[in-house]
């Protein structure tokens, strides 16, 4: 195996560029053939490398700066995979082929090449989207509706603070946020303890709820009428991915019409009482943390109504005290919530002998046994 | 042809058993192996874990196992992966094959050496000693305050520090160790431009931790001290800041992706030429990429905090934009080097070929996350997952197994069998992309990261039960890769010292090569002294002279 000084058969240009710039047509149709592959596969519809049609005028931004991006990368894809395996198949050793190939070590105007035009791709594409990113980051100054999220562990509390409303989740699905389409929604995060992240898919858009900061976004929802589900992003402890909410919008007429009625119907609710009338024997309930009540079982008298008080010491998150059967179905939901630092007494109705469980409806973890005989 | 004589008289008047030697070696090539046996034992498990992860998310609402066990199995998954496999494999390989390379006797500090290394397993029971004690951490592998803080997470998460600070140290110990060998001990006439690829790789690495992992190891002690002496380091409501412990973790964390991928890289450009019978194209463009990456790489740390709103964005972006071009370099420069080369197909090469065409997914996912608006839809989303693991399992992964494959016969003398080392390759190479690629469509439909459970009602089913599928035909490819190692160590020793036709210095010395490796070195004139040796360094010169567009040879 030794290498032999003229080799027989390469031509000029071989010995010199491993790459010519001049070159083969096999080489040429290779390259077009790729960019045309890449073509195909970007316009030939694959949607699924594709986030959904995006619910804001934000996010039918970053879905057009997606696609901007897109075309680089799957021409870029294309190409190297296609020299890769050109490579592969057509620079195989072949039996009895013991000669040593043309030993080049590099191509000073090749690494320029492929280092410069690649710089240039770079710059082009974070200049489109610094640009996109002001448009997303742009908050006029009067937005039309304001509103407050607050998560905690395990849930979400969605505030409209020029309507005095004011929505926490109580359920797996976790509570619904009432939006204006074609208004300026200004959406202010909270975090009552660690980090979350509101998240809506469609909104192909999310932001960190940090405690100690107050991170805040615009939101121009295109449709009314239309539903969108919500959850927590990021890791937050064992309910995590329990912490779900849905986004409802609706027309701005509708809208009004909504938190007339909501505001109604919160003046007829008799505010929370910090203790309310007893009815029956008394049992005692805390809850220290978002894991678990302090006390795992509780008993009391079949046929026969009963109050449970439940005092909530958890910074930062409600409780309540909701029943339900061995098959899952809710027989009781304690109502209002008891607030961080209150006591709020639940009068249950007489139930039946049996083993329940009973749990909080804002944490469906925290559970406990419920014993009636 | 002049010889330099380095090793000292090593032949040994005593005995011991093979327990203790192995036990007590300060022989960089035991303890290189020492290495990727500890790495691999720790990748079965945490391979293990990540078999639960993919078969709890198998089916929507499945709930094998609870909220709280899945938030521990990927914590561990990733933690074990990265800190006991990923690096320490890394380690493993510079330590066996850095020394050899460069043609010195052993490391520069061996007892040093030996400490690095026993801290690894150390930690490692720390680690998972948690589930003894109450449970495991499980913050995730990111650890983020106030999640991590006292009031939300048990002890696992303290047992978790711990075990991070040894680790820490251990590879901080042995990166000054690389240093100091490759700066040092190179033998006569090996200029820092004579250097293999994989040392330079192996020298910006350590480069990399001894600036990154101190600033880790400061965060995890602040964490410490908040959590058990009543500290405010991350806590709001004293004064302190949830995001300085991302600032931290993530000025670690960044560059950490290139810790675990350079090496990597190393090994394909020492293992892509040797199969395509051709020097590496561009070894001075590589090695400025080299340097490029490591440097730019503590720039672009708050890109992995672009939806915190507190991060100066168009400055990460543009940084995080412009690190892709020396990855692109590099890729362009591999694939010229198998240009009009000779290429052949062992095993080795093939897993290089794997890398390449898996890695590159890694590569341009990525790249479209460094735009802030893109990354506030991906962000946290599987789209991250697909990167990460593209990047890990695609480029690191396949590079590690393209190092056994390649210097299994120098450390044993004998050669892996390449039929079950191609089933490997081939199983391993679909699973990944079964497994893997199907998480970007996940992310577009916006399915976040780290759930236990998903709605049936999300549309998210059939891709997940895709990519368990594929997750057990990555874990059916391990089978074959074990059988291969057992049946060649039971086999003869016949590899030969040279197996591959080889460039490099390790190539020149006996398979496994005697304590304190060389008896001779071929004279060392450009980055491939063996070569030289074989084929005459004159051919070389002749060829250059011959054509003006060819880039000067290196000596």
Known sequence: MRYDAAPTGSSKCARGLPLSLQWSPRVRSLVSGAALAGLALLLGGCSALYPPQAATSQGADIRTLYSIFMVPMIVIFVLVEGLIVWSVFRYRRRSGDNELPVQTHGNNYLEITWTVLPTILVLVLFFISWQTLNKVEAQPANPDVIVDVTGFQ??????????????????????????????????????????????????????????????????????????????????CGMGHSQMRFTVQTMTPANFQAWVQAEQAKARATPAPAASGQAAGPTLQLSASNTTSFDESTLTAVAGQPFTVQLTNKTAGAPHDFSIKDSTGKVLFTGLPLAQPGQTVSYSVPALPAGTYTFFCSVHPNMTGTLTVK | MATTVLAPGSTRTYRRSALYEWLTTTDHKKIGILYLTNSFLFFLLAGSLALVIRTNLALPELRLVDATTYNQLFTMHGTTMIFLVLMPFLAGLGNYAVPLQVGAADMAFPRINALSFWMLPLGGVLLFSGYFFGGVAADGWTSYSPLAEAKYSGSGTDLWIVALLLIGTSSILSSINFLATIFKLRAPGMTLLRMPVFVWTVMVTSLLIMLATPVFTAGVFMLYIDRNFGGAFFDPASGGNPLLWQNLFWFFGHPEVYILILPAMGVISEVIPVFSRKPIFGYRAFIFATLLIGGLGFSVWAHHMFTTGSVYLPFFSLMTSLIGVPTGIKFFNWIATMWRGKLTFATPMLFAVGFLSTFLVGGLDGAILASPPVDFALHDTYWVVAHLHFVFFGGTMMGVFAAIYYWFPKMFGARLHEGLGKIHFVLMLVGAWVTFFPMHLLGLEGMPRRIADYSPAAGWNDLNTIETIGSFIIAASVLPFMWNVFVTLRGPRDAGDDPWDGYTLEWATTSPPPPYNFDHLPPIRSERPLFDLKYGHGARRAIAAESATVEGTHS
């Open chain 1, 154 to 235: 395990w849930q979400w509390t969605f505030a409209y603070p020029q309507y005095d409303l004011s929505y926490t989740g109580i359920a797996d699905q976790g509570p619904v946020l009432v939006l204006p389409a074609d208004e300026v929604v200004h959406v202010r995060l909270h975090s009552a303890d660690v980090i979350h992240s509101f998240y809506v898919p469609d909104f192909l858009f999310k932001e960190d709820v940090i405690p100690g900061q107050v991170n805040n976004f615009d939101l121009n929802l295109k449709d009314a009428g239309v539903t969108y589900s919500g959850q927590c992003a990021q890791l």
